[in-house]
Every structure is written in C-alpha cells, then in structure tokens.
C-alpha cells in the first residue's frame, strides 16, 4: 500500500542535542509538509517542500529546518532542542492539482519527541 | 488570518446515539473544508471533504455540509460505534495554497 513512513515513531533526546526525524513517502506526491502538534492541541505548519522548493511559516523558529534530498524523503532537523520543543511531528504529503485548495493531505504516523 | 472554531471536548455518548461536532470557520476567499480523525497512537486520516459552498462530504456514515451562509461545516453522524472513539478534527485550506489551518480538535468517547 502507498503510504507515509514516519521513522522513529518515539524519539528521545536530551535538551540542546541535535535531532533529526525522518518522513518517506511512496505516494509520488510533489508536496511535503511537517506539523508540530503540542498535547491536546491543533496540528501547526511549520514549513513545506514544493518540489525542491522549500516554504518555511513565518512563525517557524530558526531551531527547525528541514532537507528534501529527493522526492520520497524529507527530514526535519532541530538543532538544539529545548523543553518547549517536546511534541508529535507529523510528516504530510499532497499531490498538487489544478486547484491546491482542494488537495487532499495524507499524513504519516508521527514521532512522539521527549525532551529531557 | 484563517482560523477554524471547535466545539471543546471531550464528548461522552452512548453507542447508537446521534452524534454532531460543531466547526465553525473564518476565512477570506473560498477554502476547502475538511473532517480528519485521529485514532490513539495514530496520525490523522482524512474522514471527509467539501471543496464548494452546499457540497456534502461525506464517509462512514459521516457527513458534514459546508455552509457559507453560517461558515459552518459541522460533523454529524446517525449512530455512532465504539469504534468511532477518537479525536476529531476540523480544518480549512485557504490560507496560501495548500496550507491546512486546523481547529483544536475535539476528543469523542462512545461506551457500550
């Protein structure tokens, strides 16, 4: 089945040390986003590839970025995790039509981040 | 900016009771309306859609009714399972092509 893979599904790092999460897809989709969710709250945007084209929310802190080495496979990287950062990423892919309003997002598992 | 309005949860039912999950929306221009559902441990799935004012997404016994005049999409179901037990959200797309603004989602529990 298509799907998105979302690797780990729980990580564990310690305050400040670096991380990377992992995000492949096999649905062919020339989208991909990444959602920060905090407990019990709505899924936030914090940036999404076109392509290779790389759109980052204004609200993104500069302690996320993110690599899209192909079209199957995006990461997110934090470089230096604080407390507040502890939280489900959740990996997305759309395939862009006529209309990207209508475009219908599929979203991975997520990786559950503990920060210690 | 874009933001989406859910009722706060959680919401206890009965199995077989009738079911709504109220979403209101504001928005500029005409967005895409959404349903996802989030089962325990899981990410969302889309449970339904509605691309154009009066159109009715609509999936598993689901259905929702994107109404402008009310810029409303509420979520309703006939007769809800144990199996339904999940979080529920509601989303638009509007805001910068195919960007998803979210509401806080609203968590549904159905007992036998």
């Known amino acids: 089945d298509a799907m998105v893979i979302q690797n780990p599904r729980y990580q564990v790092t310690q305050f400040g040390k670096p991380v990377t999460l992992s995000c492949s897809q096999t649905l062919n989709h020339n989208v991909m986003y990444w959602y920060q969710q905090k407990s019990s709250q709505a899924p936030k945007l914090l940036f999404h590839?076109?392509?290779?084209?790389?759109?980052n929310e204004a609200d993104t802190p500069d302690n996320f970025q993110s690599r899209r080495p192909n079209t199957s496979f995006c990461f997110l990287d934090i470089r230096s995790p604080g407390l507040g950062d502890a939280a489900m990423y959740l990996c997305?892919?759309?395939?862009?039509?006529?209309?990207?309003?209508?475009?219908?997002?599929?979203f991975g598992p997520g990786t559950r981040l503990t920060v210690l | 900016g874009d933001s989406v309005t859910q009722m706060e949860g959680p919401v206890t039912l009965s199995e077989e009771a009738f079911l709504t999950i109220n979403c209101t929306y504001t928005a500029t221009g005409y967005p895409s309306l959404f349903w996802y559902v989030q089962y325990p441990g899981e990410g969302l799935q889309l449970l339904l859609k509605?691309?154009?004012?009066?159109d009715k997404g609509s999936n598993k016994g689901f259905e929702a009714t994107y109404r402008k005049e009310t810029t409303s999409f509420h979520l309703e179901k006939g007769s809800v399972q144990v199996s339904d037990s999940a979080v529920y959200f509601c989303a638009l797309s509007g805001g910068g092509g195919n960007k998803l603004t979210f509401g806080t989602g609203t968590q549904l529990k159905v007992e036998l």
């Open positions: 590839y076109y392509d290779k084209d790389f759109n």
């Open positions: 997305a892919t759309s395939k862009e039509g006529a209309n990207p309003y209508t475009d219908t997002q599929y």
């Open positions: 509605a691309t154009k004012a009066d």
